[in-house]
């Protein structure tokens, strides 16, 4: 990192992120060692030895710049862009609009035999069901573990929108959380304040219709293009 690109960082960190120089460290120091522990995975002693710091010292600067981030991740962190209309690429170009992939994994655990109930799959395997969130470049943007394998991905969706930290989805210039996501029984009641609750989800062939004609879709491309 250059010396302007740093002082330009911590010009910011300390207008918008409420960072401040202390008696004996200042905002450059700060940013710095936060820096060097993310991006070069090191770790609090090593940290002692080279700014001649406490571990106690280095521990709380560390979390007042985290702190400071955290105020101004809408200005550090890129926004997720939708796929657009014309997109080429043969990963992506069927999913238009799309901001990336959502999906559950089971992960094989041990567990106490007491709680191998929970952990069982309906496949019989002792698991966790975890949910992983990526991007278009197939980086995990989001991930949630330590559900149970027996949980449903319904209820760990819910769960993930329903954090303190929870799972935003940006739509637009705006975010989708719990507020705006309606999952299960979860819904506004009628005009006159009754809650209309869902007893059961009617089958549908909307989405079965839709990924059989996208499948067939990708299916005659691919093969055109072997003739071709």
Not at 1 to 7: A, C, E, F, N, T
Not at 26 to 46: D, G, R, W, Y
Not at 97 to 113: R, S
Request: glycine share 8%; with cysteine; charged share 30%.
């Amino acid at each position: 990192m250059s010396v302007d690109v740093l002082g330009r960082l911590c010009e910011l960190r300390k207008v918008q992120g409420g960072l401040r120089d202390e008696c004996r460290v200042s905002i450059p120091e700060q940013v710095i060692t936060f820096l060097i522990i993310l991006a070069h995975h090191k770790k609090n002693c090593t940290l002692q030895v080279r700014f001649y710091r406490s571990g106690e010292t280095i521990s709380r600067y560390f979390n007042k710049v985290l702190s400071s981030v955290i105020r101004i991740q809408r200005l550090l962190f890129a926004k997720a862009v939708p796929i657009p209309d014309g997109c080429i690429d043969p990963r992506w170009k069927w999913f238009k609009g799309y901001l990336g992939a959502l999906d559950g994994t089971y992960i094989d655990v041990t567990v106490p035999e007491k709680d191998k109930l929970r952990y069982r799959t309906r496949k019989g395997k002792i698991s966790t069901n975890v949910l992983g969130i990526c991007n278009r470049d197939m980086n995990f943007v989001y991930v949630l573990s330590g559900w149970e394998g027996s949980t449903s991905d319904l209820r760990i969706l819910r769960d993930a929108i329903s954090r303190r930290n929870n799972l935003k989805i940006p739509i637009e210039d705006t975010l989708l959380d719990e507020e705006h996501v309606l999952i299960g029984e979860d819904h506004g009641g009628n005009e006159d304040g009754d809650d209309d609750m869902i007893e059961s989800v009617e089958g549908s062939t909307d989405w079965t219709v839709w990924r059989d004609n996208l499948a067939n879709e990708m299916y005659n491309e691919w093969m055109n293009s072997r003739i071709n």
